[in-house]
């Protein structure tokens, strides 16, 4: 992923992000889903960028690959998607 394709995805999900209202009370399920799939979404490609930034190569291919698998499969099995955030939090793989 280019420093070009990377602002990219970042601006879409935030534009995606914007685009939903802010109370997940007035969310529907899926829509509540989606939200939670931009969210994660982001949080991975600001980690890619910090770790470039950093010139982190470790960190930016583990959180490159983990972006793959997000936006592969991690839509269609959401316990992938939880067991990605959950390894985000912790700090790695």
Same mark, same amino acid.
């Given at each position: 992923m280019t420093d070009e394709e990377l602002q990219k995805a970042i601006r879409e999900v935030s534009e995606s992000l914007n685009n939903l209202p802010e109370s997940d009370k007035s969310l529907s399920k899926?829509?509540?889903?989606?939200?939670?799939?931009?969210?994660? +979404?982001?949080?991975? $490609?600001?980690?890619?960028k910090e770790a470039r930034e950093k010139n982190? +190569?470790?960190?930016? $291919?583990q959180n490159t690959m983990a972006y793959g698998l997000l936006t592969s499969?991690?839509?269609k099995h959401p316990y992938l998607a939880s067991l990605l955030k959950s390894n985000l939090r912790w700090g790695g793989f």
């Open positions: 899926e829509d509540r889903k989606r939200r939670y799939m931009l969210l994660l +979404k982001k949080d991975i $490609l600001d980690k890619i982190d +190569k470790s960190q930016e $291919l499969v991690g839509e």
